[in-house]
């Protein structure tokens, strides 16, 4: 009988070596770190290798999801960096609208949030009522933010939020022109002017409702402080939250308006 047991002893020695083994790859300094504790010295400097993010999750299909898309016009400005640590914090993805004027003067920020997996879009260069303008002025409006955005991130936007909501039937026919869906919003705070947290948080979270496109200002302090607690509260509701163009499936029509994902469509089933 002692045969088997020693296979089995020696066996278990082997496991225990492999299992703090393959933990101490995954923790090398910990160990050092507690030992040079002890001994009155400060931590040690290394830090250790963390194993791969793993990858990320395909988005939902908002067909039957529950989803909503937050947006955020007329950055980048100071707030920003801010709000993509706690949009990065929660693992959410939103949609930002850039005024070309702002992005030339901020184009790391603009790196950051497509790097982070934001979609990034035109809201014109000077935040200009592109419905009410030429069509020279608004062509040279869309265009010119276009580029800033391009040679800040390499990425070409394929969604243009008019300021003001305006757009006109000239406008439309520019946006379907260069590639650009128009997308509206169907919850507003009006965060611009309410500059009160607790105000715009209770305002997106009594009227959001599956499907919905949110809009609101990173340019606003009050609001970024607003977002952890509604992120925080949807979530708990089931909410999913994508881009724009997550939101439709990656199915947007150049020229085309979009407020929120068709309510013919099913929503939010369980
Ligand atoms: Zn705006």
Same mark, same amino acid.
């Given at each position: ?44 400097? +290394?830090? =250790?290798?963390? =194993? ?13 999801? +529950? ?15 801010? /709000? ?8 959410? &993805? ?29 809201? #014109? ?14 062509? #040279? ?15 070409? =936007? ?10 006109? &039937?000239?406008?439309? $026919? ?8 128009? @997308? ?5 705070? @009006? ?9 715009? $948080?209770?305002?997106? *979270? +009594? ?7 949110? /809009? ?5 302090? !009050? !609001?970024? +402080? ?25 199915? *947007?029509?150049?020229? $085309? ?5 068709? #309510? ?7």
């Amino acid at each position: 009988m002692d045969g088997p047991v020693l296979v089995r002893r020696a066996a278990a020695a082997v496991l225990a070596a492999a299992i703090c083994g393959w933990l101490s790859t995954f923790a090398p300094g910990a160990g050092r770190a507690e030992l040079t504790a002890a001994h009155g010295r400060g931590p040690v400097q +290394k830090t =250790p290798k963390r =194993p791969p993010e793993p990858p990320e999750p395909p988005p939902p299909d908002c067909a039957r999801a +529950k989803c909503v898309a937050l947006t955020f016009d007329d950055g980048p400005g100071e707030s920003t960096a801010e /709000l993509l640590d706690i949009l990065a914090a929660r693992k959410v &993805k939103a949609t930002f609208f850039l005024i070309g004027e702002n992005v030339v003067k901020r184009p790391d920020l603009v790196r950051r949030e497509r790097d982070a997996g934001h979609e990034i879009a035109d809201h #014109s260069y000077t935040h200009a009522d592109l419905g009410r303008t030429s069509k020279k002025k608004a062509f #040279s409006e869309l265009t010119r933010t276009q580029d800033a955005i391009r040679q800040a991130s390499g990425y070409t =936007p394929v969604l243009l939020r008019p300021p003001y909501g305006s757009t006109s &039937k000239r406008l439309t $026919e520019l946006t379907r022109e260069l590639g650009l869906a128009q @997308v509206l919003w169907a919850v507003d705070p @009006v965060d611009w002017e309410h500059r009160d947290t607790g105000y715009v $948080e209770r305002r997106v *979270l +009594k009227a959001v409702k599956p499907g919905d496109i949110v /809009l609101m200002h990173d340019i606003h302090p !009050t !609001t970024v +402080k607003a977002v952890p607690g509604i992120i925080d509260r949807l979530a708990g509701e089931g909410y999913a939250f994508v881009t724009v163009p997550e939101l439709f499936g990656g199915r *947007l029509i150049p020229g $085309e308006e979009y407020d929120r994902r068709n #309510s013919g469509e099913a929503q939010g089933l369980p």
